[in-house]
């Protein structure tokens, strides 16, 4: 039945040298869904395949309700096939000289079940991923959205303690990775595995999952519910990652807990909200969201004038750069209109809340 | 449920040392053998491996032979004029079929690769029908067309001759396909900064393949070398020695010079392996000739009125590699006679008779050869067919330890002519009591050395094709390593396990240099009766059991295609020709 997962300081040094997993530690509970997201080659895979067996970690533990599983310095490796976990490879490998029904059947052959306990099994597996039409075709004459769904079954259909998911919707086409982005939570949530989930879409991670993973160069940056990845960022690399595309020099003057002031380049000064404690005077950067400047807006903290450099529209959506507190700050609104034209004097407001502040990176 | 990792740890350290082992005995132990021979005095036969005296007596003598000085000669003109012939013929058929529009490229194409699957003996044999001196069918026709014109096929210009032509297709494979994994935009640029396409074929083109036309030329330079069918046939007449003659004839003196033989054949051992450590090389460096995994629409040229011509020059080729011999070894198996007056007596049907067929299968030692050959060909399949997938699994897919010296241990063989692996077994085994020399095994045995590395290649690209993801899910889904060969990985690579046994079927069938020295009157096989009826001086007999083999190839190789319902694997294709 579905476990807890539990990851700690999880190291992976291949023959090249740097490390593709660089300290990673997190814990999934029963039922949930954790996505880990980043740009490409940043070690997601390789975390994956760490948890699965099918790579032998250099350090660290990784165990399932307690249950250790590898764990190099103590010599613990259980191979992949004993780990019980399920898994959703990214090329599906769903297997060619098999029909689907034999794909699925596959895994309980060695499970020591009954024919007719066997039979139900798949025939719930197939009915979960509405496959059931399909069960006797070859895997070959199926789309890509099938075949997904026939890996999906296959993986779910002995109950894992564990299901992982390769960027499973990465080959397919847009239109369809939309639709079977929902249907796959609706059908994790349903059988109530744990899961975890790999993905460089951050759409995908914002819709399946309970809570979010981010990595960067083997390290994992944050871990939080989307909410909080969104509204709380906390660095410079999550908050550009999730789409801050304004990054402005400044320095910090005050602070009080989480929140402070900030003097700009042309001497004004912002409040914002800026995670860990850094000294004051120490060179920060300020980070905004394209969503999170509001033009006209007036009156409250963190009202200035700024000047319309050029605009880009786009249809449902125009976004602004404006010349601003010394620098360039990118500002989207809504609409099939734009209101301001290029050149123009703007009023702009950043809600101190969603004004974040980081130590600069030496 | 922790499994601790020293049993399996310890399971693929048996494992390896398991494969490390039976290479050893297939490879490294023979080597050793010819090496220890070539350095000795002693008959193995005679006087046993007790008193043994080491020396480099054996290579000062045959060093200061005149004869294997003249044998080294000949091999070298004989493969150097082979192999010119070859890259003339075979690029430029690679260019015609590849690069322009010649009417009917795709049956040139695949005609012009049939001479890979003529056994060298055959088309000796074929050869020396149509152009000995004297009585030559080619001959023949001249006299009766009162022209004064001879051919000589038995000179070393005839070996050459049938050398060039029998392997052209080897050069033709690996310049097609560098030609076609070519980016056509690298020719469009030099036309667009004003090179003709001329000017563009020679400084752009042709340096680009270069690889590609040197490993082809290597490789073909490297076959023609350990070939033993071809010189005996047409050089043997005249007497021009060559190597691998020489290092025959050594063994079948009274008493027989194993020890010289041997040194011989270590001469020829490392000039072999010295061209593959270059031809590897030189592979190595092709990288920036073909995209991986791209696809290009190759560029054509319009020959215009030009098409015409080249047409006719391919026809030309077929003509004489495919239909002149197949003619001759038909006019030859079928007629009473082979002396033919003039030309009207070549079609007077009255001659033509199952005479000789009959006359082939009256003596039991024909049947009796074919059923040896068959057995071997089993026996090599099945054992070769299994060892190559263990070293080509546990190396391609696996993390066993030792598994680059297993790599590199199988590859050995490419480097041994099929002759010297004779040799070297008849040292590493005829001394020693318990019989194995003179069994069949001894021949199944040797083969499935000498074909390993092409079987491992086979192999090896149809594990490659298998994602790796479909034997992980396996292993996910609670398998263990041999449960997810049987059920995912064979079931997968199963035209690929086929084309690499039939592949090892046919090369035994060919396989002449290394049987010469392993075959004992109780396991004569076919491709060793056949060059006794030659050189008995039968040749309608010759001829007539030269198209039984011929049909017999043709049979299984067709069974093949059908069985994997695909043209057998291309690198299948390019390993026919290395036996013989
Ligand atoms: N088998 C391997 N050998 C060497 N390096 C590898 C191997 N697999 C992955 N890497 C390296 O590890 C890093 C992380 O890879 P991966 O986990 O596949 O990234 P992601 O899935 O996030 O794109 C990359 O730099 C990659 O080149
Ligand atoms: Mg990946």
Redesign the pocket.
Known sequence: MSAELAIRDLE?V???G?P??DGVSFTIAKGEIVV?L????????????CVAGL?HPTAGEISLDGDLVSAPAKGILTPPRARNIGMVFQSYAVWPHMTVRQNVTYPLRTRGMTRAAMTAAVAEALDLVDLAAYADRPVTQLSGGQMQRVALARSMVYAPRLLLL??PLSNLDAQLRLRLRDDLRRIIKRTGLTALY?T?DQQEAVVLGDRIGV?QD?KLRQMATPADLYNRPADQFVAEFTGAASMLPCRLVRREGEFGSVEMADGRRVEAWMPGAPAIGAAMVLAIRPENALLGAAGGPNCFTARVTSLRYQGTQTIYELDALGGRIEALELGTAARHAEGAEVSLTLPPALTWAYASLP | MSIATTSPRLFSRAWSALLLVILAFLIIYPTGMLLLGALTDANPVIDGFANMQLSLGNFATVLANPTVHAALGNSLLACTGGTLLAVVIGLFFAWIVVRTDTPMRGFIAATGMLPLFVPPLVAGVAWAILGSPKTGLLNTVLASMGIGFRFNLYSLSGIIFVFGMYYAPYVYMFTASALRNMDPSLEEAAEISGASAFRTMFTITFPLILPAIVSGMLLSFIVMLGIYGVPATLGAPANIPVLTTYIFQLTSWSPPRYGTAASVAMILMVVTGALVVIQQKVLSGRSYVTVAGKAFRPRTLRLGPWRWFTFALAVIYLFVVVLLPTAALLIGAFRKFLFIRNLEALFDAKQYSWLHFDRLFSNPATIDSIVNTMEVGVATALIGGVLAFAVGYTVARTQAPWRRAIDVIATVPVAIPGLVIGVAYLWAWIGLPGGFYGTIWILALAFVARFLPDTVKVLTSSLMQIHRELEEAAWLCGRGTLSTIATITLPLARPGVIAAMTLLFVLSIRELGSSLFLYSSQTMVMAVHLLGYYEGGNFSVTAAFSLVQMVLLAVLIGLTNLATRSSAPSDAVGSVGRAG
């Open positions: 992976k291949f023959s090249t740097k593709a997993v880990l980043g740009p490409s080659g940043c070690g997601k895979t390789t975390t994956l395949r790579e390769d960027e790999v460089h990595m083997g």
